[in-house]
């Protein structure tokens, strides 16, 4: 029997047009009256600055509309599906924005004296030790402000490391499956970053590895699961190629959410590792921050980690700066503090069980999507997926459509669409991750979506063409609004 959740997700209704709050204001408006004053008339910001500022006048009801407006013009994780692959788009509870936000929490001053924030400092070194417990390597900073921060940070290190034993390395080994960042942080850093083609099944080819590593390289960056989805098999012996010839392994722990609890980075060979806390450990983005790239490292490492890091000692916890081949800071007092707290409070609330049964849903659902569209679509690698699985838009071409017509369409049909032409190495890629916090109902609506819209192709693909249709925006012209964006309204 049909159950209504199996009924297309769609969207309709009314969206409300919206001018900018200039065009909305009138003279003399205002969201509340006071009585009149009895001081002197104080200088207006204007005569201060000895120009004219142009600032709307509003009522309160004015205000509130524009930016409810506004909001309802958006698409978020609590709206809607936002399966959007290599991002783990998923739902972050409300209670640990809750934590943050609890005012001995987010009111400390960042510049207090240690005896006076032991509460805090608490959160950071416990924090330290959740992330060293579910990396496998031991010691952490927690400073690094986003995924490629961390990387960064990770290549100070590496350089640091290498610099200590009066060795000279210019390149770095980066897989054709890595993130976009890694090469460009291995670059900022002055390393060459030389490309290792993945195998035939997605994977490195430790061979490869061992052709290309010498000893001017630095160390190699994996990211595992890779961005194809598929877990690094033979990562134990790419490591100990890299070891066997002094390098190191930087692994990107932006994918964490497939693996926690499950594999232990440490034993992998990994000696430096970044964690997207944000995309793992439950902070809303997608908007470009704030975020937070904790990095974790090996214990020969620890040394060279940013300064300061949070230690306990019999007398409490405090800011410890003492560490004299560290690469230095890398962000201002303790890295995006909001973001760590929400990361505490998520990993609590969770516990190390639940922590490992989230992932295992995560790859669960993503595995489910990819039988289930596996005639729809085409896969990119018919093998095991992680938290992702990878299509092409082979099966379209056909019927002259592509992989951007179908996330488009897709639009109509009220989801967020999946990442798209990446990774680089799927022609048409449409990458999708569903996380684990979307119920089976939801993930099989989306499933019907996609057949529901490959049907359409073939049927009338002028739909595909067009869409979305009944968006508040239809379809853009790409090439202009990347060259001339229109930012007004
Ligand atoms: C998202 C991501 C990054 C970059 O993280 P930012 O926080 O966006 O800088 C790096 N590597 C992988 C695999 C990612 O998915």
């Given amino acids: 029997m049909e159950t209504p959740m199996t009924e297309k997700a769609g969207a309709s209704g009314l969206i409300f047009n919206e001018p900018l709050l200039w065009e909305k204001g009138k003279k003399g408006r205002r969201a509340m009256s006071v009585p009149a004053h009895d001081v002197g008339k104080a200088k207006l910001p204007e005569e201060l600055l000895g120009e004219k500022i142009d600032f709307p006048d509003l009522s309160e009801v004015d205000v509130v509309r524009h930016y409810t407006r506004l909001s309802q013009w958006n698409f978020g994780v609590d709206s809607g599906m936002y399966p959007l692959g290599s991002c783990t788009m998923k739902y972050n509870p409300k209670i640990n924005e809750k934590i943050a936000a609890t005012p001995e929490i987010a009111a400390a001053h960042p510049m207090l004296d240690d005896i006076l924030v032991q509460g805090t400092l608490k959160i950071l070194y416990d924090l330290q030790n959740y992330l060293a417990a579910i990396t496998g390597l031991p010691a952490v900073s927690l400073q690094p402000a986003a995924g490629a921060h961390g990387e960064l940070t990770g290549m100070l290190i590496f350089a640091a490391y290498h610099r200590s034993r009066n060795s000279k390395r210019t390149k770095i080994l980066i897989p054709d499956t890595a993130h976009g960042t890694n090469p460009a942080s291995a670059a900022l850093c002055g390393y060459k970053p030389v490309p290792i083609k993945s195998s035939v099944n997605g994977i490195i080819d430790p061979e490869l590895v061992a052709e290309k590593m010498d000893d001017e390289t630095a160390g190699i960056m994996i990211t ?68 937070a790239g904790p990095v974790c490292v090996t214990e020969e490492l620890a040394p060279f980690l940013p ?14 700066f003492d560490a004299p081949e560290s690469v230095g800071r890398v962000h201002a007092f303790h890295g995006n503090f909001g973001v760590l707290v929400k990361a505490w409070s998520y990993i609590l609330s969770m516990g190390g069980r639940n922590l490992k049964k989230a992932s295992q849903y995560a790859v669960l659902s993503a595995a489910y999507i990819k039988e289930q569209l596996r005639d729809t ?47 680089l190495v799927v022609a048409g890629a449409i990458m999708i991750e569903p996380t684990e916090t979307e119920c089976k109902e939801d993930i099989d609506q989306f499933i019907q979506a996609v057949k529901d819209i490959v049907k359409e192709a073939h049927e009338n693909p002028d739909l595909l063409h067009n869409a979305p249709m009944v968006t508040k925006l239809k379809r853009l012209d790409e090439t202009r609004a990347a060259r001339r964006p229109c930012l007004r309204g």
């Fill in 224 to 291: 595992n699961p890779n961005t194809l989805g598929l877990f690094e098999t033979n990562i134990r012996e790419v490591a100990e190629i890299v070891h066997a010839r002094g390098g190191l392994v930087y692994g990107d722990g932006a994918n964490m959410n497939a693996v926690m609890g499950i594999i232990d980075a440490g034993k992998c060979g990994v000696d430096v590792m970044h964690l997207n806390l944000h995309k793992t450990f439950s902070t809303p983005h997608g908007g470009g921050g704030p975020g």
């Fill in 307 to 320: 300064v300061p890091r949070v230690v306990a000692d019999g007398e409490g916890y405090r800011l410890d």
């Fill in 377 to 423: 679509l085409t896969l990119a690698y018919d093998r095991s997926c992680m938290h992702e699985c990878v299509f092409s838009d082979k099966s379209l071409q056909k019927y002259g459509v592509s992989t951007l017509d179908l996330a488009k369409r897709l639009i109509d049909y009220g989801y967020h669409p999946p990442t798209i032409y990446f990774p």
